[in-house]
């Protein structure tokens, strides 16, 4: 592919992973990269005419290496792609939410905002919006409650037709009210709560401006039961390119890949494959020593009344954290915040193993034929993973979480399915964890940026909740931030504050364990087959089996 493929692909790593200190000869991991981040790689390259596969990102480390690998595609016009129809089968965290039964489950959302130039041409938006729906078979997605023949009821999807799903794009002027941003909130709450899942939308939009001196805002919200984290990074890029392109007078192309509906189809048939997990996931869910909760009636701990503690590790160390600590440790990103949990948890009840439900991007490990790193929908994988923690040296507690991680098969994707086909119990974790990676999002195109301002409301406040504990990290403005979203009438928000910090005391102290002067050699995954020599792809292999985001 030449020098201008490096150029394009150097630019795209800059883009994805925030620093312009990358040369074409520098290591995808060494610069923060993962699994998440190697997908918008795949993504963007695709958009610029290049095609990798997720497994090249691992196999070529750096951009001299994805270049060489990529071959050049030509992509289709709109009509030249085919819509899909009919109904198609739950993915295991759709069935999962669904199943739930409780609260106003049109009303569980994931949303953005973002502060936009005011001088963008709001039909322009409107048919690039149009586009997103029209390429993206999940934004067309209906849901109903239908009678399973026993007596019960049972949820069911299907994709409406193309020519009958158009994307709502609401005006708001708010540059004369007199609290803009308190009017702003407001109307933001209304458009969480506008969603329908048989007859939609459930994706739409809306438009702020808020005066001279704000500026413009862009509103995006859509159902969880058809995006997930990697979908909005797709999304935003899609709607970023499709602007502009209109404004050129082009017509709109896009890369194929494997539909959402195609990929739960498949899910669905390869049931059998993880019939073999079966005694994994039976080990993974057995009771460990419990936290110190408060014995609560579950009806009382809904998502309105949730609080969340929020700490952050400074630049230096989330620097660290990103950089240079995870090939000097043989680990993942993931792997070390894993043991900072585990290492808190199990400190806080004087245990020595605790279950955790670990969330992955759910994009990988199942099937190399399908190709889903551009497709938009609810992939995530959720699963317990049962973390032992050696009353040992910090190293040794590190290796634990590894062994642990590294034997989880197919990326955990396996437990959602059998969990739908009954064959294994629900998870007897309390606590949820999810790494989402960096969310920053640079200025482009006519995005200046994430807006400043809240998002309220995204979820229905009498649902029910999944977890006790959920805790989120992800890195923002340079610095790895973690919230602790739990229920005050079963957790302490004392207690869960203290266990914040000292989450962050402990994963520093794993920071400097892979410090400059303490590189380590790495260590095998537990069960591991024939790997490459290279050690430190030999570790990166196993977060691509292992579903790493």
């Known amino acids: 592919m030449g020098n201008a493929a490096e150029q394009r692909l150097l630019a795209i790593w800059r883009d994805v992973l925030g620093r312009q200190d990358i040369g074409i000869h520098d290591n995808f991991f060494d610069r923060g990269g993962d699994s998440v981040s190697g997908m918008q790689i795949v993504a963007q390259a695709h958009r610029d005419g290049m095609a990798l596969t997720p497994a090249q990102i691992f196999e070529h480390q750096t951009v001299a290496g994805q270049a060489a690998a990529a071959t050049a595609i030509t992509l289709p016009n709109a009509d030249a792609t085919t819509a899909a129809t009919g109904a198609a089968p739950l993915s295991p965290m759709q069935w999962a939410f669904l199943g739930r039964g409780s609260g106003r489950p049109q009303h569980h959302n994931q949303s953005l905002l973002l502060d936009v130039d005011p001088a963008l041409d709001a039909e322009r938006l409107r048919a690039a919006l149009q586009t997103l729906v029209d390429r993206h078979d999940a934004l067309r997605l209906r849901f109903e409650a239908v009678d399973d023949g026993g007596g019960g009821r049972e949820w069911r999807q299907w ?206 490990g199942f099937d190399a034929r399908l190709d889903v790193s551009r497709t938009v929908g609810w992939f ?100 790895l931030q973690m919230l602790w979203r739990h229920h005050p009438a079963v957790l302490e928000p004392t207690t869960i504050a203290m266990l914040a910090r000292r989450c962050v005391a402990n994963l520093r102290s794993l920071i400097a364990v892979g410090g400059p002067s303490r590189a380590r050699a790495p260590t095998r995954p537990t069960a591991a087959p024939a790997e490459p020599t290279d050690p430190r792809l030999r570790q990166l292999m196993a977060r691509l089996k292992s579903g790493d985001s």
């Open 380 to 479: 995530t994988a959720q699963y317990p993973l049962r973390l032992e923690v050696p009353r040992d040296a910090v190293e040794r507690q590190l290796d634990a979480v590894k062994a642990c991680r590294g034997a989880v098969p197919n990326a955990g994707i396996g437990y959602g399915v059998l969990r739908m086909a009954g064959r294994v119990p629900a998870s007897p974790a309390t606590v949820s964890f999810n790494y989402l990676g960096r969310i920053e999002l640079p200025a482009t195109g006519f995005i200046r940026g994430l807006a400043a301002e809240p998002v309220p409301a995204q979820r229905d406040p009498a649902a029910a909740r999944g977890h006790a504990l959920e805790v989120v990290a992800f890195v923002r403005d340079g610095q």
């Open 159 to 364: 994709h409406a037709d193309r020519d009958a799903v158009s994307v709502p794009l609401q005006r708001i002027d708010l540059s004369t009210a007199a609290d803009p941003l308190a009017a702003l909130r407001t109307a933001i709450a209304a458009a969480q709560a506008g969603l329908d899942l048989t007859d939609g939308p459930l994706f739409h939009a809306v438009l702020f401006d808020l005066g001279t001196s704000r500026g413009a805002r862009l509103l995006l919200v859509a159902h969880h039961l058809v995006v997930d984290g990697v979908s909005w990074r797709v999304l935003l890029l899609d709607l970023v390119r499709d602007v502009d392109t209109l404004r050129g007078g082009s017509a709109v192309a896009w890369a194929e890949g494997t539909g959402f509906g195609t990929w739960t189809t498949h899910l669905a048939a390869e049931r059998p494959r993880f019939e073999a997990e079966v005694d994994h996931w039976l080990r993974a869910c057995r009771p460990s020593v419990p936290l110190p909760l408060r014995v609560v009636d579950a009806a009382r701990m809904v998502e309105g009344d949730v609080v969340e503690a929020a700490v952050a590790l400074d630049a230096e160390a989330t620097a660290d954290l990103l950089g240079p600590v995870p090939p000097r440790l043989a680990a993942g990103i993931d792997d070390i915040l894993l043991t900072a949990l585990a290492q808190t948890l199990c400190q806080w009840t004087r245990g020595d193993a605790v279950t955790v439900d670990v969330e992955s991007h759910g994009r990988q």
